[in-house]
C-alpha cells in the first residue's frame, strides 16, 4: 500500500481476471489492515480504491475504467441494492464471511453518482467480543470512576461526541452491553443496524416511509423502555424529544457531532433546545477520539526537548506536580515488521469526560459560551482531551508528538 503522495508508483491494472476474486480481496485486505472505510473511486484515467486508516489513506490499487461496471454491479448484487439505478444514491449492508476468525462482518455501503461513475464507500462495522470489557476503551482511572458512577443512573441523557471515524458507535455499544437486557426493556433506533445485540429491540430508521428518530421516539415511549438509544441527534426535533423521555424517568444515550464535551452543550442550544431542560436531563458527555498506538515491538524511551517539556507542564500544572511532570517517561519509535513499517499498531481511545454537575446548571441557564463551561469544568476535575493524550503517552500508549498536535 502507498499513501498517497506515491500514487504515481502504482501500476494501472488493465485485466483483473475474476472480479468475484477481486471484491474478496479487497475486503479481506482491508479487515486484515484494520481499516475503517474502503473507497471505490472513479477517476478520468483509473478507478482507484483505497483504504482509511486512523483517518489517513492508504492507496491500494488503481484499476483500468473498463473494469469499473463489473467491480460497482459485483458490490450492488452483494449489498441487494438495485444494479440498474446510477443516477441516485443508494445504501444497504454486505455480510462478509472472514474466514481467519470465523465470523460474519457488516459492510456498510453507500453510491453516489460522480462526473465519471458511481463512488462507492463501504465501512467496516468488525464487531470485538472483548470490548464487553471497560477496561479495553482505555478509560484512566478518574474518566473510568465517573463512566461507572453515571451508569448507575435509572434516567438522565448520556451522550458519546467527536466526529465521525472515532468509535463513538463502539463507546455506545459498549455502555449498551452493560446493562442486562433482560431485567430491563433497552431499545435502539438505528441508521443502519450495526451490531446485533441479544434481547435489545433493535429498529432501523427508513426514511422513505418517514420512520425517523423523531417518529420512532415518539411510540417508543409508549413501549414501556428503561433504557432508550437514538443513534444520532441530528436536530431540533430529536434533541427535544430525547430530552423529554430522559426526564419521565428513561436513561437515553445517543451520539452528537461536535469538537469537544463542552461544545456539545452549545450545540444543543443552538439547536434551540431549552436550557432548563438541558439543565436538568444531562448527566454525562463522553467526547473522544480513535488514535494510533505506538508499536510495543519497536518503541524507545527519548527525552523531549526543553520546549516541549515546557508546554507539557503548561497543559498538566492543574492536574499534576512540576516534579511528577518532569519525572514523566515518553517513547518514540524505531519501526518494525511487527507493526509493518508504520511505528503504530492496533489503535486506543482517548476521552474528555464531562459530568454535569450542579455548578455547571446555572450556565446552561444562563448560556454561557463553551470556553467558558470548558473552563469551569476543567477547575473541578474534568480531564481535557489534551492532558488524557499526553497522561497516556507517559504510558507508552501512543507518542506526544501526536498529543501536541491538538493545540
Not at 285 to 297: A, M
Request: glycine share 0%.
Amino acid at each position: 500500500m502507498e499513501k498517497p503522495e506515491n500514487i504515481d508508483k502504482i501500476k494501472i491494472k488493465h485485466d483483473i481476471w475474476d472480479v468475484v476474486q477481486y471484491v474478496g480481496s479487497i475486503f479481506l485486505q482491508a479487515i486484515e489492515f484494520w481499516a475503517s472505510d474502503i473507497h471505490i473511486e472513479p477517476t478520468e484515467d483509473f478507478l482507484m480504491i483505497r483504504f482509511r486508516q486512523d483517518w489517513d489513506f492508504f492507496i491500494v490499487d488503481k484499476v483500468n475504467n473498463e473494469n469499473n461496471s463489473a467491480i460497482i454491479t459485483r458490490l450492488k448484487v452483494l449489498s441487494r441494492i438495485k444494479i440498474d439505478e446510477n443516477k441516485k444514491p443508494q445504501d444497504w449492508k454486505i455480510v462478509y464471511y472472514y474466514e481467519k476468525e470465523k465470523l460474519n462482518i457488516d459492510i456498510r455501503l453507500s453510491s453516489l453518482p460522480t462526473k465519471y461513475w458511481e463512488k462507492i464507500v463501504m465501512r467496516i462495522l468488525k464487531q470485538d467480543s472483548w470490548l464487553t470489557n471497560i477496561e479495553a476503551l482505555w478509560f484512566i482511572d478518574i474518566n473510568l470512576e465517573k463512566v461507572r458512577e453515571a451508569l448507575k443512573s435509572k434516567y438522565w441523557i448520556i451522550l458519546v461526541a467527536w466526529p465521525t471515524g472515532s468509535g463513538k458507535s463502539t463507546t455506545l455499544f459498549w455502555i449498551l452491553k452493560n446493562f442486562n437486557p433482560l431485567e430491563y426493556n433497552i431499545s435502539t433506533l438505528e441508521d443502519p443496524i450495526e451490531y446485533n445485540i441479544e434481547y435489545v429491540n433493535q429498529s432501523q430508521v427508513r426514511a422513505d416511509i418517514w420512520y425517523t428518530f423523531a417518529s420512532w421516539l415518539r411510540s417508543l415511549v409508549r413501549q414501556d423502555p428503561d433504557i432508550i438509544m437514538v443513534w444520532e441527534i441530528r436536530d431540533k426535533e430529536t434533541a427535544t424529544l430525547a430530552v423529554e423521555a430522559a426526564l419521565t424517568w428513561h436513561l437515553v444515550l445517543s451520539t452528537i457531532h461536535t469538537n469537544s464535551a463542552a461544545w456539545t452543550i452549545q450545540r444543543l442550544i443552538n439547536m434551540w433546545v431549552e436550557p432548563f431542560l438541558l439543565a436538568s436531563s444531562m448527566k454525562m458527555i463522553v467526547s473522544q477520539r480513535l488514535w494510533k498506538r505506538i508499536c510495543s515491538e519497536c518503541k524507545e524511551k527519548y527525552k523531549p526537548s526543553d520546549l516541549t517539556m515546557k508546554k507539557v507542564n503548561k497543559i498538566l500544572s492543574n492536574v499534576m506536580e512540576k516534579k511528577e511532570i518532569d519525572e514523566m517517561v515518553f517513547y518514540k519509535w524505531k519501526w518494525c515488521d511487527k507493526c509493518s513499517w508504520t511505528w503504530y499498531k492496533w489503535r486506543l481511545w482517548i476521552h474528555e469526560v464531562l459530568i454535569v454537575w450542579d455548578y455547571l446548571e446555572n450556565m446552561i441557564l444562563e448560556k454561557e459560551s463553551a470556553n467558558n463551561m470548558a473552563t469551569v469544568a476543567v477547575e473541578h476535575w474534568m480531564i481535557t482531551i489534551v492532558q488524557d493524550w499526553i497522561l497516556k503517552a507517559s504510558i507508552w500508549e501512543t507518542t506526544l508528538e501526536e498529543a501536541l498536535k491538538l493545540i
